[in-house]
């Protein structure tokens, strides 16, 4: 099962932007479909957006229009471009596979504040 790290996570102001990158412990190629979720504090833990073999793209309807989902095939990498942070975007952000469901890593921090 491929595993996957997060990083690019930290301190940002409201209004910047980050970008998290997923790096695979193998290839990405056999997985249909990937995402990114996030977990606040005292909250459970939800999607922000996935992206299929295809290259289909879905957001929850809080961060469209803000963040972009990509994959890189050639790097086994997925990222997740932040743009116009708000304070509710803080969390704990994580990748995984979707199809099939793969293992959950240890996330990369996220804070939105000024």
């Known amino acids: 099962q491929v595993q996957f790290v997060e990083s690019g996570g930290g301190l940002v102001q409201p209004g910047g932007s980050l970008r998290l990158s997923c790096a695979a412990s193998g290839s990405i190629l056999s997985i249909l479909a990937m995402g990114w979720y996030r977990q606040a504090p005292g909250k459970q833990r939800e999607v922000v957006a996935t992206?299929?073999?295809?290259?289909?793209?879905n957001y929850a309807d809080s961060v469209k229009g803000r963040f972009t989902i990509s994959r890189d095939y050639a790097k086994n990498t997925m990222t997740l471009q932040m743009n116009s942070l708000k304070p509710e975007d803080t969390a704990v952000y994580y990748c995984?596979?979707?199809?099939?469901?793969?293992?959950w890593g240890q996330g990369t921090q996220v804070t939105v504040s000024s």
């Open positions: 992206i299929t073999k295809a290259g289909t793209t």
């Open positions: 995984r596979a979707v199809a099939p469901p793969g293992s």
